[in-house]
């Protein structure tokens, strides 16, 4: 009993000073990084998803930027230890192969041992509407992509922004139809087998990314696209997420606000992503995407990846000492 105590007491003291489950050093060493954390020149990058496994960090994100003789978007996967320097692509998806013009928007959950990303193609082919598709890993490094997702629902219209939950035995999926959130549910991952539920009430959004903090379901989604600057916002599930209709049911916006700096003064947080690290450190981490301009990549702006943290979910702090 008196080692459990003491160990309990060690855990609680390396939460406190930000030092990792190893002891060695912090989780993140947040004084000494700056935003934004990624970017590359000639990309915009948007739409990051992100994910902690065996001291590596791992960042998904849709690129944009001009090949083959027009611009494009990509869905890129990349890693780091220290969020300082980062590994070359792990893999750089356009969809040439299924006669995409480009692949969007992924977004990651993890079920048992597997991690689904999900994503869909980019720009509107005629007659060849965008389609939603999943990957799945073991190790967040290699993948089998390509795969359809919910094509008996949304094949033949517009979809993209999907983002998937594993609860009761079931997988439930949020996404957007043209501009209309919609959610629906399957017993499986998949192209088939999958049920409607109707439109997520209430108001516009997109990016959604359904996460589970301390029991209840949250979604957290890019609002105000469609009434000016887009911004991060966590909506609370009004019930238990036990029934179906649950999952098209969430409370109001709750505004993410994150630090104004250099790089994020046109735009300050798009399309952003949480991650749930407490028992790390203590802190959520939000990745987002901060631009200073609007024009460029047909109209998404140079936009690059910054990390916010925050204890509470309503105070943040950016590296260095920022807030």
Same mark, same amino acid.
């Given at each position: 009993?008196?080692? #459990?105590?003491?160990?309990?007491?060690?855990?609680?003291?390396?939460?406190?000073?930000?030092?990792?489950?190893?002891?060695?050093?912090?989780?993140?060493? &947040? !004084?000494?990084?700056?935003?934004?954390?990624?970017? #590359?020149?000639?990309?915009?990058?948007?739409?990051?998803?992100?994910?902690? #496994?065996?001291?590596?960090?791992?960042?998904?994100?849709?690129?944009?930027?001009?090949?083959?003789?027009? !611009?494009?978007?990509?869905?890129?996967?990349?890693?780091?230890?220290?969020?300082?320097?980062?590994?070359?692509?792990?893999?750089?998806?356009?969809?040439? !192969?299924?006669?995409?013009?480009?692949?969007?928007?992924?977004?990651?959950?993890?079920?048992?041992?597997?991690?689904?990303?999900?994503?869909?193609? &980019?720009?509107?082919?005629?007659?060849?509407?965008?389609?939603?598709?999943?990957?799945?890993?073991?190790?967040?490094?290699?993948? !089998?992509?390509?795969?359809?997702?919910?094509?008996?629902?949304?094949?033949?219209? #517009?979809?993209?922004?999907?983002?998937?939950?594993?609860?009761?035995?079931?997988?439930?999926?949020?996404?957007?139809?043209?501009?209309?959130?919609?959610?629906?549910?399957?017993?499986?991952?998949?192209?088939?087998?999958?049920?409607?539920?109707?439109?997520?009430?209430?108001?516009?959004?997109?990016?959604?990314?359904?996460?589970?903090?301390?029991?209840? &379901?949250?979604?957290?989604?890019?609002?105000?696209?469609?009434?000016?600057?887009?911004?991060?916002?966590?909506?609370?599930?009004?019930?238990?997420?036990?029934?179906?209709?649950?999952?098209?049911?969430?409370?109001?916006?709750?505004?993410?606000?994150?630090?104004?700096?250099?790089?994020?003064?046109?735009?300050?947080?798009?399309?952003?992503?949480?991650?749930?690290?407490?028992?790390?450190?203590?802190?959520?981490?939000?990745?987002?995407?901060?631009?200073?301009?609007?024009?460029?990549?047909?109209?998404?702006?140079?936009?690059?990846?910054?990390?916010?943290?925050?204890?509470?979910?309503?105070?943040?702090?950016?590296?260095?000492?920022?807030?």
């Amino acid at each position: 009993m008196k080692f #459990r105590l003491l160990l309990a007491a060690a855990i609680l003291v390396m939460l406190a000073s930000g030092r990792g489950a190893t002891g060695k050093g912090p989780f993140i060493d &947040w !004084e000494n990084l700056s935003n934004p954390v990624y970017s #590359r020149p000639g990309w915009s990058t948007k739409d990051a998803c992100m994910a902690y #496994r065996d001291g590596w960090f791992y960042v998904f994100f849709s690129a944009f930027y001009k090949d083959d003789g027009r !611009e494009r978007s990509h869905v890129v996967g990349v890693k780091t230890r220290d969020w300082k320097t980062f590994s070359r692509p792990l893999f750089n998806w356009r969809g040439e !192969e299924g006669g995409w013009i480009g692949m969007c928007s992924p977004n990651l959950t993890k079920v048992g041992d597997l991690y689904y990303l999900t994503y869909n193609s &980019w720009g509107d082919k005629f007659l060849k509407p965008n389609r939603l598709f999943y990957a799945v890993s073991k190790d967040l490094e290699h993948w !089998e992509k390509g795969k359809p997702l919910a094509r008996n629902i949304t094949w033949g219209r #517009r979809a993209i922004d999907a983002a998937v939950a594993h609860a009761n035995g079931k997988y439930y999926l949020v996404w957007k139809e043209f501009q209309t959130p919609k959610a629906a549910w399957s017993y499986q991952m998949g192209a088939d087998g999958w049920h409607r539920l109707g439109e997520v009430t209430p108001d516009w959004f997109e990016n959604g990314e359904l996460i589970s903090i301390d029991g209840a &379901w949250h979604l957290l989604c890019t609002a105000g696209g469609l009434r000016g600057v887009h911004y991060p916002a966590l909506r609370e599930m009004q019930d238990s997420g036990e029934k179906e209709e649950h999952w098209t049911q969430w409370g109001e916006f709750q505004k993410l606000s994150v630090p104004v700096e250099d790089f994020n003064t046109n735009e300050a947080a798009n399309a952003a992503f949480l991650a749930d690290w407490r028992r790390h450190d203590g802190h959520f981490y939000l990745i987002y995407a901060g631009r200073t301009e609007g024009k460029s990549h047909l109209g998404r702006g140079n936009n690059k990846l910054g990390l916010a943290r925050s204890r509470d979910l309503k105070n943040w702090e950016v590296p260095g000492g920022g807030n």
